[in-house]
DNA sequence: ATTATCTATAGATCTATAGATAATGC
DNA sequence: ATTATCTATAGATCTATAGATAATGC
């Protein structure tokens, strides 16, 4: 007990991170505080030295869970693997992110608690997809020169076929209808942006 | 105390009916039995006398809200106001229908936490999607002839796209973007099924 | 001296059950 | 006699707090 500053600050990122993961595994009101504590290797009465309540580390969970996108996009950027319209699209839509939400998009995994969340959890949420839409455009706009303004109504219907499709499939228990929704939408996205 | 019988199976339908539109609101974890038999006028010792658990309530309360769309098919089928694609479009992307998750399609208010729920509810789900999937391929079909395998792939787009764009609608706390995410789906979609 | 974490628990909430009460229905 | 509903409550669970303990850091 009574460890040091920097490895409280170790501890807290490991907690976040924990509660991230259970977050979007179990959703917003699947986990509980002692449960993410337990998992971090704690008990629950340390919790409260580090967020003042649940909700503030529901905010830091979203928080850190939103901008995959653009983190991996800047990655590419800077020398990473390269970020294409492809690539995203069938990342998205695979049976690995379907199958595991707990290190997935946030949004597929928590849309609907987050809607009817408090206003500073939906703000961040608002940003999260604000954000993605905009990566998906630049995506977009790297294949077709010049179209601006259908770039950006083709990746608002692009990340609504995303999120909807792999919500769809992880609802749906015949696998087989749960591939075909993945495969058809993954297909007719592409056919969209191809050149045409 | 002690009605007939008549009014228990009537009273039981009251319960029902309160708890699909307070699910859908509120989320399956968001609203508990005592609350759901208070607003339906009665207490919590009665609900069991109704329903062997909790669980059994979320069951019957997904099935009574799953397949409105086949029930407006069959209405429109035997008479009632006629279904399009245009109009079931313009419907699930309606701003009304985002504010108003209530009454309105079960899928994208809850298709999260079905995702996490045991298997019978998983199955309920399934089968109204495939429902769902049916009838927009009918109503494709309707005006593009011929190409039946077409039809039913641009028919899981639209309903993932649907789900996706009324969960962000809903989540976004930009009122701007959130109609923009309606709009913008709703013309594309109608775009892709148009004649070409 | 301060503080990061622990144990223990108060207080709220939720599902499910037990037993009482007042109707129905044979 | 049966049963639909009521009141009351047991038992589980969850957030948040109080006070103790054992480290850090001035």
Redesign the pocket.
Known sequence: ????????AK??KRIVQIASKRFREDGLAG?????V?KEA??????????F????DLMAEALSVALGRLKRQMDAAASGGPPLTYSTVVDDYLSEGHRDKPGVGCPISALAGEIARSDKRTRSLATEGIRSDIQVITGLITALIRGKDKAARAKAILTFSALVGAVELARVVSDEELSREILKTVDGLLKDMVADR
């Open positions: 007990m009574g460890h040091s500053q920097a490895e409280k501890t807290h986990v509980g505080v002692a449960e504590m290797g704690l008990t629950v009465g340390g919790f409260y030295k580090h003042d309540s649940r909700d």
